[in-house]
């Protein structure tokens, strides 16, 4: 049967980073995967996860399943992260979290999730939106559309179309809402957008699903929580699915969430029931280390305060790389201008570069950003790759087509 294969096509972001594994170019750059690099193009483990594994190491005494949503410990942390740690949805036992392989595997379980329980919903993205949503959902059977995210200059929200387009979904519609740090675009609501937007999933009686992987990147943890704290007040009802990747640095680990509001707590519980279903028939339940190492460092004060220091470290050297990459552009390619880069949040931009112009990069250069909207990951740029990187956006690129 397998012989009757032709290969499947590589991946719209891991497929680069293969590709860029086997390029022999000694001055390549990897601006593709969304992995955040420090100033010497490293991904350092966290001091404060080091700690972790240490006390981790030493105190476990066995290696039993976990249970299928999880650790308790874990889910409240999450959701103490989410919500805040006196917000009326704890208090009232409103959400449950079930413990889920990655944000990806939280996407998947919620889902199917859907699929199982609510058949056949729409579910809405932006466009654009990560590459691989939409797969996720479709993959479960759900049936996904889209919605207009960015502007004609693909720099700035499209706020207006944005919510022209929400009020043609039906109710119990699904909408996708990344909470900060918006992928593959870096643009995100305002406060106040994020307050017309909750109204308007209200009237429409929409179910949000926030994706929130960037915790902690865009702004503050409490910063970044505001799109979804907002949706919280107008909406008794969401899914959350969230990630631990990227502002613990533990993306090998695969520690993320899904985390299910209600109404009330009875059906709260009830849905996670139902959560549970979709786990034991996917992965059973999860992996342990990643989410002990999250549990760990959130409930020890030291540790947590170390761990907010070096998120704050990441995020600042992200937004100082976005400054000095449109110092940058501006000193080799005056005429163009990158200013939208230094206002973009979190670890992407979409850097407007064609297709082609991205392809080119790639052949002539050996520098690697992602198709969607030439993607570029800011927190791969360093002081090293720069210069190398400007000079190919500029010469090879930008002043040629002048
Ligand atoms: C990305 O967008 O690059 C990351 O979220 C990694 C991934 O799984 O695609």
Redesign the pocket.
């Known amino acids: 049967m397998f012989e009757s294969l032709a290969p499947a096509p590589p991946d719209a ?2 497929g680069l980073g293969e590709a860029f594994k086997n390029d022999p170019n000694p001055r390549k750059i990897n601006l593709s ?2 992995v955040y690099k420090d100033a010497r193009g490293q991904t350092p483990v966290l001091r404060c996860v080091k700690e972790a594994e240490r006390r981790l190491l030493e105190q476990e005494n066995n290696k039993s399943y976990l249970s299928i949503e999880g650790s308790a410990a874990y889910g409240k942390s999450v959701r103490e992260l989410l919500f805040g740690t006196d917000h009326d949805i704890i208090r009232g036992g409103r959400a449950v979290t079930a413990q889920t392989p990655g944000g ?1 595997g939280g996407l998947r379980v919620a889902a199917d999730f859907l699929q199982r329980k609510f058949p056949g919903r729409r579910v809405w993205f932006s466009k654009p939106t ?1 590459d ?1 949503h939409l797969n996720i959902f479709a993959s479960a059977g759900l049936s996904v559309e889209s919605y207009p995210y960015i502007d004609r200059t693909g720099r700035e929200l499209d706020f207006d179309a944005m919510l022209a387009a929400m009020e043609t979904m039906a109710a119990g519609d699904v909408i996708v809402l990344h909470a900060c740090c918006h ?1 593959p675009t870096g643009i995100d609501p305002s406060g106040e957008q994020w307050e017309r937007i909750a109204r308007a999933v209200r009237a429409r009686q929409l179910l949000p699903l926030v994706d929130f ?1 960037y915790q902690g990147f865009g702004g503050t943890l409490e910063q970044d929580a505001v799109g979804l704290r907002t949706l919280c007040q107008q909406n008794p009802e969401l899914l959350i699915c969230s990630s631990f990747s990227k502002n613990f640095g533990l993306y090998n680990e695969r520690v993320g969430a899904v985390t299910v509001v209600a109404a009330d707590k009875a059906s709260a519980d009830a849905a996670l029931t139902h959560i549970r279903v979709c786990i034991r028939v996917n992965y059973s339940n999860p992996p342990s280390h990643g989410a002990a190492i999250v549990a760990t460092v959130l409930n020890d004060p030291a540790l947590r305060g170390e761990w907010e220091q070096e998120l704050t470290e990441m995020r600042q050297r992200i937004a100082e790389m976005r400054v000095r990459f449109v110092q940058t552009m501006k000193s080799k390619a005056p005429r163009h201008d990158f200013d939208f880069i230094a206002r973009q949040k979190g670890m992407f931009s979409f850097s407007g570069l064609t297709p082609m112009q991205v392809d080119e990069l790639r052949t002539k250069y050996s520098i690697y950003v992602v198709l969607n909207g030439g993607r570029i990951n800011v927190a791969g740029m360093t002081d090293d790759n720069l210069e190398t990187l400007c000079s190919a956006i500029a010469e090879g690129l930008l002043n040629r087509a002048d």
């Open positions: 972001i891991l995967v969304g990806t990560w691989n992928n992987a």
